[in-house]
Every structure is written in C-alpha cells, then in structure tokens.
C-alpha cells in the first residue's frame, strides 16, 4: 500500500522532450508528455476512445495526439479535438495528475488533486546552482520495494560491507560512528561522524587525502520517498566538526528519490553534486562513475533481498542499534499510511 497523497518525482524534467514517456507510479499506468508552452501533462495512459496507450501517441499543437484515431489531449486530460467531429462529448477525457516542474525534477501527486499543495515539494536548488555545485542524474529501475531502497538509506553501517572498494572503507569505523538522530514533521533528520578515520577510495581518489580524516554523513528523510545528503571529509585538525564549508577537503551533495512503481519495484532517482573540484569537469565525471558504480552494489543487493523476501515474507526479522533511524522512518510512513486511509477510507484510489 502506498502514500498517494504526497509529491513524488515522476521523472528528470531533462526525460521529457518531444515523445511522450511512459512511466508506472503507485500501480498506475502514467504517460507523460510537454506541451508546446513548455508545460507538463501526466495523464493515465488511456485514451478514453478505446483504450489505447496514450504513449503511442505524438505531442502536436494542442497536446498530446492518440496514435490510434487521433484524439488530442491537454495537460489537464480534457480532450481538445476529435479529427472530423465538431463536438466534443463533456466525457471525453482522460484523468490528469497534478504536476510541478521544479529544481530539475517533474512531481506528480498521485492522491486527490484538491490536497495537492504545491508549498509542500522540497526545495532542492543545489540543482540550480551548476557552478558551485556540477551534477549529473541519473535513474534505475529497481526491481524491490521502494521502501527497502529507504531502509538502506537509512542505516548506513552497510557502507563497510557493500561499498568497501568505493565509497564505503573500513566496516569498523561506520559500526562506531556516532550518530545522531532528530525527528522532524515528516521524517528525520540524522548526522553521523566519523572521526579521525581512514578516507575511503572514492574519497581518497578525488580530494588526494594522504592521511586520516574527520568525516561526516548528514541526511534528511521527507517521507514518503525523498533524501537529501551532504557527505565529506576534512583533513583531521581542521575543525570539520566546527565549520564544515571549508576548502582543501572533500564534500559533495547526492538526491535520492524513490518512486513506487509496483509493490515489488521501484524508481530511482539520484544525482551527484561534485563540490570539491567544481572547475574540474572530469572530477564531476569521475565522482559520478564512483557513485554510480556504489549504486550499482545497493540495487544489486537489494534486489537480492526483495526475491528473498517475496519468497519468506517478513516474519522473523530482528532490530539492531544501527536500525534506529530505519525504524523511525518505517514508523513515520506507517503513521501517515494510517492517517490517509482514515481520512479517505479509500475514496482516493478512485479519485
Ligand atoms: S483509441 Fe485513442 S483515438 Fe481511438
Ligand atoms: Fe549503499
């Protein structure tokens, strides 16, 4: 069951170019297209004619054209032309999803429209700032839940299992790092440091350290499926802990979005921000491939996980320590879960 009234990314505004693109979200069959003023329609992939996927269709003058008999849509799905026929049944519509464009993503709003509160997307404008902070995205398809891709955002003791050879080091200095969590509305906010330890590779490779370093991880989970992260390292003596925005160490910026697609598989959206050598486009490159390549390790691990599960369910499983800030997140989806099905009593699915 998920979270239908919150703001999910749909896609990289930068995927939405002159061909609708078909995209599953919350178990709905979505097309996604760009009128010709720039503006966003994300309707079910349906033609109300005869059913027809709407992403074999073509985006023309006033919309998006059925590739089947023709009909036009507008970004709200109301129909706009039927070739040959003057009048346009009051019917003839597609249903339209909220959508924003902001700070490089596409947001769609899957719940009821009326509740879809534009104030409530996140900000992200690193996105906006490519001189200070150089990126680039990036998206799988993931084949397991989109919560289990949370949960491994959320305890980062992994890094020194999966991630030894990139972005991870030594297991025993993330197995003793101090970590702090902080609740907030809608998620939580978590830093951990760790102090006067060995660099990893990915870091060593791009900042040149020689010796150890003060590092430190800070995240903020929105629910139901957005991370921000700030990660980096300063030489040791530098005073990491008092000001982190000092230059000669290493630092960057990553998004992590999840999207549902079915109960078993999920987008994922992520970009890394190089913010360290930021003149340097071949650090941007490298960063990427380094990021990229550790990715890879989580997908590929937690896709492993979600076969085991569908095949053992969930019963039996144990809670650690480092589970404290995964336990709070699965306890805040749980929360608005119950809160939205209470107050729609499942009207929205319908909506
Ligand atoms: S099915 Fe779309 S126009 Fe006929
Ligand atoms: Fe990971």
Not at 70 to 86: A, M, N
Not at 89 to 102: D, G, L, N, Q, T
Not at 115 to 137: F, L, S, T
Not at 211 to 239: H, M, N, T
């Amino acid at each position: 069951m998920f979270i239908r009234n919150a703001w999910y990314i749909a896609a990289w505004a930068h995927e939405i170019g002159s061909k609708p693109l078909a995209r599953i979200i919350c178990n709905e069959a979505v097309v996604i297209y760009r009128d010709q003023g720039g503006r966003i329609g994300i309707l079910e992939d349906r033609c109300c004619h005869r059913g027809t996927p709407l992403r074999f269709g073509e985006v023309v003058d006033n919309g998006l054209q059925c590739g089947y008999h023709g009909l036009v849509f507008d970004v709200d799905g109301r129909c706009v032309e039927i070739p040959r026929q003057e009048r346009i049944p009051a019917k003839a519509r597609v249903r339209s999803f909220p959508a924003v464009e902001k700070d490089e993503f596409i947001w769609v709003w899957m719940g009821d429209p009326a509740a879809a509160d534009q104030g409530k997307i996140i900000d992200y404008p690193w996105h906006n700032d490519y001189k200070k902070w150089p990126h680039k995205h990036a998206r799988y398809d993931i084949k397991g839940n989109y919560m289990l891709m949370v949960d491994n955002l959320m305890d980062l003791t992994h890094l020194g299992y999966v991630h030894r050879n990139t972005i991870g080091g030594n297991p025993k200095v993330h197995v003793e790092a101090k970590m702090q969590v902080t609740p907030t509305e809608n998620g939580l906010h978590y830093i951990r440091w760790l102090l006067d330890s060995t660099p990893p590779p990915t870091y060593v490779k791009a900042a040149g350290f020689t010796g150890k370093v003060d590092r430190w991880q800070e995240f903020e989970y929105f629910a139901p499926g957005c991370i921000i992260q700030w990660s980096g390292a300063l030489a040791v003596g530098r005073g990491a802990q008092v000001n982190r925005e000092q230059e000669g160490g290493f630092q960057l910026r990553l998004f992590h979005g999840l999207t549902p697609a079915t109960e078993d598989s999920c987008h994922y959206f992520w970009s890394t921000a190089n913010g360290y050598r930021q003149d340097d486009p071949q650090a941007t490159e490298q960063l990427y491939t380094e990021i990229d390549t550790a990715f890879q390790e989580d997908k590929a691990i937690v896709e492993a996980q979600q076969a085991r599960l569908a095949e053992t369910g969930y019963d039996g499983l144990v809670d650690i320590v480092s589970d404290s800030a995964r336990v709070h997140m699965r306890r805040t989806v749980d929360r608005l879960i119950e809160a939205e099905s209470k107050s729609t009593s499942g009207e929205l699915t319908t909506a």
